[in-house]
């Protein structure tokens, strides 16, 4: 926990610290950020027939904002994605010795395909900017699952995960950390006598089978992928309701989804207790639904003759000042109305 809680500590402040960066390098322009950048037509409120979004310069302090507000945004759907990995975790029974095994080739998968998802969609909001009205609906659909939705499914029944089963070997144990093994029989363990730490004996004579299997931690990495790609669908498009800018949009994906790790190992247990988190969730991914659809939708209500509706674009700090706001609130009410637990119904014979 003291690690967890110190690189934690680590990630959130590189990642609040790339602000100042963020600042420095448009306000001078270093490496040509922000001397010819996208961004939201700012005459797109006033005329409708302009491009929504046009290519211009970007100063510093308008880049830190959108920088530090996607960056909130982003942190924040990290924490749903916590309770679903303890889910995760906790159906396939992986040992706590091995987890962050999995948890660190699955934030390295996360960015390789979240880096191939912003290149795409920076590029097809650029061709398309009717895309932007898919997105901010698709957000509103989104809060609106996570609404109704009670519960998550049974990892089992993912089809993916029948599919590997199907196609590869499975074996019903774990082989240490490993992701394939060879072993038939499940290892077993013996003390050191010299150290007197737990060594894992080898395998008896015979045993090994020529075809590798998968292990249960493998299952248990491609579902933490599917989960990263599912909530990359949800949160990538919240970013760009806030900017297009490519360099923006994946820097504040990245630094969240990098303490993603520490972060799980500090919240698995605690985030529980944190009963309105969720319902803060909702109201920002509404919030920054509505945001982009009041932004990119007028343009197009010509075709059902509601000609002359302007754009409007909430201005960045405001859209930072309540992402903290709802955040802050949600905090301050679950530790003042913490969930009461059930009393004990059961009665002594």
């Known amino acids: 926990m003291k690690e967890a809680v110190f690189w934690s500590a680590i990630w959130l402040s590189l990642g609040v610290a790339f602000t100042g ?41 308008t880049a830190a904002v959108q920088y530090l507000t996607g960056y909130v945004v982003e942190k924040s759907l990290a924490m749903d994605n916590i309770f679903v990995i303890a889910m995760i975790f906790g159906f396939f029974a992986v040992p706590p010795k091995y987890q962050h095994r999995v948890l660190f080739w699955g934030i390295i998968g996360a960015l390789l395909m979240r880096g191939a998802m912003i290149g795409v969609g920076g590029e097809l909001i650029m061709k398309y900017q009717w895309i932007l009205i898919i997105f901010g609906a698709f957000l509103l659909l989104t809060s609106l699952k996570m609404a109704l939705v009670q519960s998550h499914s049974d990892p089992s029944q993912n089809p993916v995960v029948k599919l590997v089963k199907r196609m590869v070997d499975v074996t019903t144990f774990y082989d240490g950390q490993k992701f394939w093994t060879h072993r038939t029989l499940a290892p077993t363990y013996s003390k050191d006598p010299v150290t ?50 490519p360099f923006i949009v994946f820097t504040s994906n990245i630094f969240a989804i990098l303490g993603l790790r520490a972060l799980y190992f500090c919240l698995a247990a605690l985030i529980q207790k944190f009963r309105y988190l969720k319902p803060a969730l909702i109201l920002i991914l509404s919030f920054v639904g509505v945001k982009l659809l009041l932004l990119s939708l007028p343009p197009y209500l010509g075709v059902i003759g509601l000609e002359g509706l302007k754009s409007i674009k909430i201005d960045p700090f405001v859209s930072l000042l309540v992402v903290l706001g709802i955040l802050a609130i949600a905090t301050v009410l679950s530790i003042a109305f913490p969930e009461k637990k059930q009393a004990d119904k059961s009665t002594k014979v």
């Open 21 to 61: 960066f963020v600042y420095l390098a448009y306000q001078n322009h270093w490496l040509g950020l922000g001397i010819s950048t996208r961004m939201f037509n700012p005459l797109a409120a006033t005329d409708s027939t302009v491009p929504l979004i046009i290519y211009g310069e970007v100063l510093g302090a």
């Open 196 to 245: 007197g730490s737990e060594v894992m004996d080898p395998p008896p004579s015979g045993t090994l089978r020529a075809k590798a299997a998968i292990t249960p931690l493998f299952l248990a990495l491609i579902m933490v992928e599917i989960t990263d790609l599912v909530f990359a669908v949800d949160s990538i498009p919240a970013v760009f309701a806030i900017t297009p800018d």
